[in-house]
């Protein structure tokens, strides 16, 4: 099913000028750095910023929407977590996707339009050489695998725990990485010490 069936899909806010930040008293805003690969955007990792009128609230997300990064390689999707407590201000030129939620999960969502054969669709019809730009069309009319929502809901868990997997690994791997370094040194200094009695 086309992507423009299952969910609404406009701009971010566009800002005039740089934002300012402003940790006591602005808005959360979510900007193109704020996607890290398809990890979830949660609430924590956003930064306040200052704003001379409240943006409309087309602009802005409260949780269970997904954002897809237009601008850039590679055009991937995040889920915005639900555990947002206020909402917060997206800015272009990320696009805002409003799934229709007797339809699609967000979480899912974000995951199909992430997938190797989705990713291709949109890198054939991206435009630009330097600035390489998927247009809100080409990704309204991406098709999307359509199961019911049970199924739906599994295999956005089952991808959640292999990305939580996947850092995990990295964790431990990082560790092991230490833990080898230290006795490294320490086997050198032994044999230095040995060698200098």
């Known amino acids: 099913m086309h992507l423009c069936h299952l969910c609404h899909i406009n701009s971010g806010y566009t800002t005039t000028r740089r934002l300012e930040p402003a940790p006591a008293d602005g808005l959360p805003a979510i900007q193109l ?15 306040r910023y200052k704003f001379e009128t409240r943006p409309p609230d087309r602009y802005l997300v409260q949780g269970g929407e997904v954002l897809f990064k237009s601008r850039g390689d590679p055009s991937i999707a ?7 407590v206020e909402p ?15 339809l699609v999960r967000g979480d899912y969502l974000a ?3 992430n997938q190797p054969d989705a990713q291709r669709r949109l890198n054939r019809e991206a435009q630009g050489t330097s600035l390489r730009m998927v247009p809100k069309t080409v990704l309204e009319r991406l098709d999307v695998p359509l199961p019911d929502l049970d199924t739906q809901g599994r295999i956005a868990a089952i991808h959640a725990l292999t990305q939580q997997e996947g850092r995990l690994l990295h964790t431990l791997a990082h560790r092991r990485q ?20």
Not at 90 to 102: A, S, W
């Open 33 to 47: 750095g704020d996607l890290h690969g398809d990890a979830p955007i949660r609430a924590e990792t956003l930064y």
């Open 78 to 84: 995040s889920v915005v977590s639900t555990t947002l």
């Open 88 to 102: 917060a201000v997206v800015i272009l030129p990320l696009l805002i996707l409003r799934p229709r939620q007797e």
């Open 111 to 113: 995951w199909a339009v």
């Open 178 to 197: 230490q833990r080898t370094g230290l006795m490294l040194r320490e086997r050198a200094t032994l044999t230095q010490h040995h060698a200098n009695d």
